[in-house]
């Protein structure tokens, strides 16, 4: 048995009761990580809010009507154009990483081909 390395902040909330690494452990901490550089903090304050919203419906949102869009680091310009949609698209990318169920995330592999369409 190994014992638990890392930061409890980006770690998945399942390994507090199961201690199982696994790859949606990895992917969590990914979501946690980008919205993190998109904020310019941690996002714990709004992730028990993601919870709430089926991933589904995350999906389906566009940036304009994401309710933490005023949580973007202001000490970068706002993104205008395709850096809009590039913004929007791992907006929806690391909420999706970020739904409480492990199997109702998606793998790594998932992850980066939505990230080179």
């Known amino acids: ?19 199982e690494v696994n790859e ?21 304050d709004i992730v028990t809010c993601l919870w709430q919203q089926s991933s589904e419906s995350v999906m389906d949102l ?3 009507t994401l309710p933490w869009m005023e949580k973007l680091d202001q000490r970068l310009p706002y993104p ?18 970020l739904t409480e169920s492990p199997r109702s995330r998606p793998t790594m592999e998932q992850v980066c081909k939505k990230l080179i369409m």
Do not use: W
């Open 80 to 97: 205008r154009n395709n850096v809009q949609k590039d913004v929007s698209l791992m907006i929806r990318i690391a909420i999706s990483c």
């Open 1 to 19: 048995m190994t014992s638990f390395a890392g930061t409890f902040g980006y770690a998945a909330p399942e390994l507090a009761y199961t201690m």
């Open 62 to 64: 566009t940036l304009d």
């Open 24 to 44: 949606k452990c990895d992917v969590y901490s990914f979501g946690i990580l980008t919205l993190e550089i998109l904020f310019g903090k941690h996002p714990g």
